[in-house]
Structures are given as structure tokens and as C-alpha cells.
């Protein structure tokens, strides 16, 4: 019994010294990566704060890129948007609170982040119609624009959105594991980020990045520079999920051009085989939203335009084209 109680101390005394390693860490990380990094980027004030965006190329329509839950903001896009900025005007930006742009002083409702983005493109004085490219909960943001700003649209391409149902057609396990991960994010997310615990393990943090050679170096050097205000931008964007999936229910695209990409999922254990189910069979349904739409079944993660960019790339231009 001594023995264990010897090595239960000197485990603990273990920990806490590695936890103040790292704390230090971090605190030198925050201000290292922020001075180390140039921020040469272009915003505009919406609604009393600095919003980032990145527009590239010429031309209507103007194609506007909406990123998921995520530290990755615009980046997540830089693949996609290269290729089609050679066609016409393309926008990514980043949300309030997410990387370069500051926090809003507005609730992170779907209504006040569609309005953001569509005072971000009346500011940048974007040209009508508007192709809304959105990844993962973007796509709730972009039933919530569709619903006030539909005649702005002239297509609507989704990459694996997130469907406004998914969460009470879930089977009752993966309704709890998906609240547990919401509620436990807030306690566990300020103790990784404030020990250092998440900057060390940046990789773990960005998978879809890891293996691209030309571009990991800059965007985990932008990442670390806006890590801490990112993670709670993140956060407060978690906490109104179920807002979100509520404000974006019943919206009809009337007849826009819609193109539906769902990520193939490859589930590891059955609760996830039977959400994946589920969740094929509301990409399906979306297609009801409009009367001109389409579903692509893609075989990828659910980051396609990362993983499978050309896919995405392919869609953007047939509604480019037939505009």
C-alpha cells in the first residue's frame, strides 16, 4: 500500500510539473507566434468589428466560400478558391471571433451570422448573383441567408453541410455522445488551450492539413498566431448549435441551383454506421429544398474540399457556367 501511495504522489507531482512547463510554454507561444506573424490581410467593419476576407479574381457571379466549426476559417478553402478565382470573383472570409477577425458583440445566431456575411459583401461591394459555397455548419448559415437574401442567390453548392434534423433524428446514444462533446468543450477546451496542452498538438488539432507539403507551414503559422481567440470563437459558436439547427429548419431554395456533395463516412464502431445511415438519408431530402438540385455522393472525409478538391471545384464551375 506504501508503494502505491509513493507512486501516486511522485505521479502527481509529475503532472503538475509538466502542466507548468507547458502553461509556460504557452504564455511564450501567444506572444511569440502573434509577433512572428504579419498580417498583411484585407478587412472591412461589420457591425462595429473587423471582419478578414480574402477575394480573388474578376467577374460575376461572385462566389462566396462559408467554412464549418473550425480553427481553419478561410484556409480551409485555399484550394478551391485558387482554382476558381480563374474563372470570377471568389470571398472567403472569416467568422467573428475566428482567426484574424475580431469578436462580435452580436449572439453567434445563424440570423446575425447571415447578416455579417452579406454586409461583408455590400461592403465589398461583391457582384450580384451570389454562388454560397458552405462546408459543415455553414450550411445552417446558408439556409438562415436563403431564407432573408434568396434573391442575392444564383447557386447553392453544400460540401457535407450539416442538415437542420440531424440532431433529433439521431439515434438517443449519439444524441447524448453529440451534447456531451458541447457541454464538456467548455471546460476541456479552456484547460487544453490555456496549458498548452492544444498547441503542442496543433497536428492532432488540423489531420486534413498535415499531409499537404506546400501549404501546412503558413496556416499553422497563422493558426498559432489567433489560437486562443479562435478556440472561443469556437466555443461560442458550439453553444448555439441547437439555435442554429432550430432558425434553419423548412427554408426553400425555390428554384436556385442546388448541388448536394455528401461525404461517403466510413464509420468504426455500429452507433456511427446507423448515423451515418440517417444522415444520407437527409442529404437526400435536402434535395427537396430546391427544384433544381442534385446529389453527389463523394468518396472522402468529411473534409472534401480538402481531400477532394476537384469534386468541389467541378460543381462550383457548372453553376459558374450556367449562370
Keep these: ?74 484556409m480551409s478553402w485555399y484550394k478551391v478558391q485558387n482554382e476558381i478565382s480563374k474563372l470570377t470573383t471568389t470571398i472567403s472570409y472569416d467568422r467573428a471571433g475566428i482567426l484574424r477577425s475580431e469578436k462580435s458583440h452580436k449572439a453567434r445566431t445563424c440570423e446575425n451570422m447571415a447578416d455579417e456575411v452579406h454586409i461583408l459583401l455590400e461592403k465589398t461591394e461583391a457582384k450580384k448573383p451570389y454562388i454560397f459555397v458552405a462546408h459543415s455548419m455553414g450550411g445552417l448559415i446558408a439556409r438562415c441567408y436563403a431564407k432573408k437574401y434568396a434573391d442575392s442567390l444564383g447557386g447553392i453548392v453544400f460540401v457535407d453541410a450539416t442538415h437542420p434534423k440531424q440532431m433529433e433524428r439521431a439515434s438517443e446514444v449519439m444524441k447524448a455522445k453529440m451534447k456531451a462533446a458541447t457541454n464538456s468543450s467548455n471546460w476541456m ?58 432558425a434553419s429548419k423548412d427554408v426553400s431554395f425555390g428554384d436556385i441551383p442546388f448541388i448536394n456533395l455528401s461525404a461517403n463516412g466510413k464509420p468504426s464502431n455500429e452507433d456511427e454506421r446507423v448515423f451515418f445511415e440517417m444522415f444520407r438519408k437527409l442529404q437526400e431530402e435536402s434535395l427537396t429544398s430546391s427544384t433544381n438540385s442534385k446529389l ?28
Excluded at 477532394?308 to 460543381?315: D, G, L, R, S
Design 189 to 246: 477546451g479552456a484547460f487544453l488551450f490555456n496549458s498548452g496542452i492544444a498547441r503542442i498538438g496543433l497536428n492532432d488539432l488540423l489531420p486534413r492539413f498535415v499531409n499537404d507539403d506546400q501549404n501546412i507551414e503558413a496556416i499553422k503559422s497563422e493558426i498559432n498566431a489567433y489560437l486562443i481567440k479562435s478556440n472561443e470563437g469556437v466555443l461560442e459558436e458550439g453553444r448555439m448549435l441547437e439555435q442554429m439547427l432550430q
Design 296 to 323: 453527389i455522393a463523394v468518396d472522402s472525409g468529411h473534409y472534401i474540399q480538402i481531400e477532394k478538391p476537384e469534386v468541389v471545384i467541378e460543381a462550383i464551375k457548372e453553376m459558374v457556367e450556367n449562370i
Design 1 to 74: 500500500m506504501k508503494k502505491i501511495l509513493w507512486v501516486l504522489k511522485w505521479l502527481f507531482i509529475f503532472i503538475v510539473v509538466v502542466l507548468v512547463l507547458t502553461s509556460i510554454y504557452e504564455q511564450y507561444a501567444r506572444y511569440s507566434s502573434k509577433k512572428n506573424f504579419i498580417d498583411n490581410g484585407t478587412y472591412v467593419k461589420v457591425d462595429g468589428h473587423k471582419m478578414h476576407y480574402v477575394q480573388k479574381g474578376v467577374g460575376t457571379p461572385t462566389v462566396i466560400f462559408e467554412s464549418g466549426l473550425d480553427f481553419a476559417g478561410h
